[in-house]
């Protein structure tokens, strides 16, 4: 880890703590668990992928996205894997980190939790080296937007500016890689690839 990146990782890590303590004390959302301790995956990527919501099986075990306790990628890490693979990257590289801070078993509730948990994404999108956002669903698309959506396949793929104070991002929804989505892998690798052309002209 070279000096300018160690800077950036104790900022984000000390910023991150105090946004933990802050999601263990909200009650927004009732009593519902929270995804505290490792509310935000820190990476060496120029892009952070935001998900829904966090499962009780999940990265909030392992305390690594998209990997079970056992050290073994999940369904949707594996075709997330190999998206990332096709542009250089793995899961290991990434900035990752959920819409909700909540555990939520009704996704009736996900719009709801993901807006009362705006503000504190917010703060750890700002608080990151990223300039790329890619949301995986439609709550974190919906909620940064601030819009509502109907269609989600409508957003999907396409680039939106995205600004949080004077910070300038490109937001990118992508299609939710489960095995179980039909659209998961296959229509995601195009958007894959314009995910790399971003990431080469913004580092020329």
């Known amino acids: 880890m070279d000096e300018c990146f160690g800077d950036i990782f104790d900022l984000c890590y000390n910023k991150n703590m105090k946004l933990s303590e802050q999601i263990r004390n909200c009650r927004l959302c009732g009593e519902l668990p929270k995804l505290v301790e490792t509310s935000i995956q ?12 966090p499962a009780k099986d999940g990265w909030i075990e392992s305390k690594r996205a998209f990997y079970n306790t056992k050290g073994n990628l ?18 290991g590289d990434i900035f ?14 996900l719009e709801k939790c993901s807006e009362n948990c705006k503000p504190i994404l917010l703060d750890q999108l700002k608080a990151i080296p990223c300039k790329i956002i890619l949301t995986m669903g439609l709550h974190p698309t919906q909620a940064l937007l601030n819009k509502k959506i109907k269609r989600y396949a409508d957003y999907v793929g396409k ?36 995910l790399k052309f971003i990431v080469e002209n913004m580092l020329a």
Do not use: M, W
Request: net charge positive; charged share 20%.
């Open 42 to 53: 820190l990476g060496t990527t120029p892009f952070i992928i935001v998900g829904e919501s």
């Open 159 to 194: 680039e939106f500016d995205f600004v949080i104070t004077d910070k300038k991002f490109i937001l990118l929804p992508i299609y939710h890689p489960s095995p179980l989505n039909p659209k998961g892998y296959k229509a995601n690798v195009p958007i894959f690839e314009r």
């Open 96 to 109: 990752f980190t959920e819409c909700c801070k909540c555990i939520i078993e009704n996704r009736k509730q």
């Open 74 to 91: 999940q369904a949707s890490g594996r075709v997330l894997e190999k998206l990332l693979n096709n542009i250089g990257y793995s899961i």
